[in-house]
């Protein structure tokens, strides 16, 4: 009998993201794949990803999206990129038990902005699309 943290293999291709803040670390773990553009990120939902009618927390679609659109656009910008706009549309509802997969790219590039699109889907069924607005932080000559 599987406990309440017990995770299945992730997606094929999808390895844990180890270098990720504290507060991602406590919301996850959170998983990637690599790809030639953008990013692509994954979490197993559990019950303590839910909130009290057994559905997927609206947070913690949020918090997911935002990491997953800033993995897209630190790759695109190859800077660190600190979230000044987020918008997020929930479309439909998931459950703890099986996966979430979120893809990301970035859709314009700046020397200061990256504006990025992405979305978190379970199986066939998109259950968030997120638009972003990051700041690239960047060391002093870079």
Same mark, same amino acid.
């Given at each position: 009998m599987r406990s309440a943290e017990d995770i299945p293999a992730p997606p094929e291709g999808f390895v844990p993201h180890h270098s990720r803040g504290a507060f991602s670390k406590h919301n996850g773990p959170y998983f990637h794949r690599l790809v030639a553009d953008g990013a692509e990120?994954?979490?197993?939902?559990?019950?303590?990803?839910?909130?009290?009618?057994?559905?997927?927390?609206?947070?913690?679609?949020? *918090? !997911?999206?935002? #990491?997953?659109?800033?993995?897209?656009?630190?790759?695109? @910008? %190859? &800077?660190?990129? /600190?979230?000044i706009h987020l918008s997020l549309d929930f479309l439909d509802m998931g459950r703890a038990g099986d996966w979430v997969v979120g893809d990301a790219?970035?859709?314009?590039?700046?020397?200061?902005? *990256? !504006?990025?699109? #992405?979305?978190?889907?379970?199986?066939?069924?998109?259950? @968030? %699309? &997120?638009?972003? /607005?990051?700041?690239?932080?960047?060391?002093?000559?870079?």
């Open positions: 990120q994954a979490f197993f939902v559990l019950p303590r990803h839910c909130n009290g009618l057994g559905i997927i927390h609206g947070g913690m679609l949020s *918090a !997911f999206l935002d #990491g997953l659109l800033a993995a897209a656009a630190a790759r695109a @910008a %190859r &800077a660190v990129p /600190v979230t790219k970035t859709t314009r590039l700046t020397r200061d902005l *990256a !504006f990025v699109e #992405g979305r978190a889907q379970m199986q066939d069924r998109i259950l @968030a %699309r &997120a638009t972003g /607005v990051f700041k690239l932080m960047r060391r002093r000559g870079d």
